[in-house]
Every structure is written in C-alpha cells, then in structure tokens.
C-alpha cells in the first residue's frame, strides 16, 4: 500500500499526474468519432475569443473617444463586435452538438455545467459590453434596463446606469471568469477526453 | 440601417427577421457540419 504523501503540494501533483498526464493534455490523435465538423465548433469558439479578447485589449487601451472617432478605431470597434456574433454564434452551435451527443455522459456532468456557467457569464459580458460603448445605443439600454435591474432587486448594486461600474465588469471581472472558466473547461475535457457517440457507449456498457 | 426591423408575428412566436436570418443561417450550418465529410475520416490515418 502506497503512502499519501503529507503535503498537499505532493498530493495535488500525485493527482495531476493521475488525472492528467501531459499524453492527455496535449494528445496528437483523437478517436475516430471526433473526425466530425460538430467538433470543430467548440475550438471556432475559442478561436472568436482570442480575438474579442485581443481586440478588447486594444479598445481599452485607447479608449471611447478613439474608437468613436478614427478609422482605425472604428475598425477594431468592429472586430469586437463581430467577434464577439462569432463567440455566441458558434457557443451556442457547440451547445447544440453537445445536447445531442448527451455530452454529460460517463462522468462529464462537471464539463457540462462549466460550460452553462461560461454561457451565463457570457451573456453578462455582452450586456456590459453594450453598456460600455458610450453612445446613444448604450444609454438606451441603460434607460431601459434599469427597470429590470430593480425589478429583480438586483438595482442597489448593479446600477446599469453607472459607466464607470458597467466598463469595469465588462472589462476586468467577466474577462478573467470566462477565461478561468475556458481554461477549467478545456482541461476537464481532455481529463475526460470526447464522450463516446452514444450507440458506441451503449455498446461498451457505460 | 436606422429603420426598425421588421418583425415575424405567427401566434406567441415574435422575431425580428434579422435574428430569423441568424439562427436559420446557424441550423443551416449545424446541417452542414453533421453531413459534410471531414478530412482523413474513412482513411487509414484517420481511423486510428
């Protein structure tokens, strides 16, 4: 009988060793079942991720008057925007391809909710991302919203209202879960690797 | 562009067009990704 080592440096390595050899984390072949373009959505996702976050970057560097104002500001003005439409776009295709593939499977429950709470935080990043543009569009919604806020009495503490608190979720906060919970998410899937198509798992008695 | 949208009204579904035309392009393209053949499947390297 093996000894449990004391520290718990020792034991989370033992455990990442067992749960995640390097050979899982960066595998070079995958099973046959994965040679499908319902597969290809998950990574066109976080491909459009790559570029909101990077576009992002270059948007909260120079600011709104910069990104109202100049061609080149309005150009990654737009490439937020759209990559962004590609982001939820190709999430919620991933999300169809899991659905029907029963992608919570054989121990995947954990895999599955990361990715309802990646889709939730989402949704609040594109909320404050229209809040934050600093135009007519953004206090429109504002306006509008703002009922909704106190109707769920969610108003005292989430002013959508305020530019300076909307801007700061939208680009500290959401950034850092979505980018936690995507890397949690991609982890967990190669700790587990693709679920089996069904009539395969069936077969094998899983 | 600054015209509202117009809308599909059929019953208590209410959609604009535009958002028709997203979510139907997105169905096309869920079609397409279940029928399209991906490269190396059926192959040997691709069977491995």
Redesign the interface.
């Known amino acids: 009988m093996s000894s449990v080592p004391s520290s718990w440096t020792a034991r989370a390595r033992d455990y990442l060793d067992r749960r995640l050899p390097s050979s899982n984390l960066l595998p070079e ?1 995958q099973p ?1 079942y994965v ?4 597969y ?2 998950g990574v066109v996702t976080i491909a459009a991720l790559f570029w909101v976050i990077l576009s992002g970057i270059v948007l909260a560097f120079f600011g709104p008057q910069w990104w109202h104002v100049t061609a080149v500001g309005r150009f990654f003005n737009s490439l937020h925007f759209w990559s962004v439409q590609m982001f939820f ?1 190709f999430m ?2 991933h999300l ?2 899991q659905y029907f593939a029963a992608g919570w499977r054989d121990g995947r429950a954990g895999t599955w909710m990361v990715g309802v709470v990646i889709f939730l935080i989402s949704i609040v990043a594109a909320f404050t991302g229209y809040l934050s543009q600093e135009n007519f569009d953004a206090q429109w919604i504002a306006v509008n919203a703002k009922d909704a806020m106190n109707s769920v009495g969610a108003g005292a503490f989430f002013n959508v209202l305020n530019f300076g608190q909307m801007y700061g979720i939208h680009v500290m906060l959401v950034p850092i879960a979505v980018l936690a919970l995507v890397g949690l998410h991609i982890v967990m899937v190669r700790m587990k690797g693709v679920v089996k198509p069904i009539d395969r798992s069936a077969k094998v008695g899983k | 562009m600054d015209s509202p949208a117009g809308y599909l009204h059929l019953g208590i579904v209410l959609i604009s067009y535009p958002n028709l035309i ?1 979510i139907g392009g ?1 169905v096309v ?2 079609a ?3 029928i ?1 053949p ?1 490269h ?2 059926g192959t040997k390297e ?3």
């Open positions: 072949r046959y040679g499908s373009w319902v290809v959505f776009v919620v295709l169809w391809g | 997203v997105m393209l869920f397409i990704a279940l399209a991906f190396g499947v691709g069977r491995r």
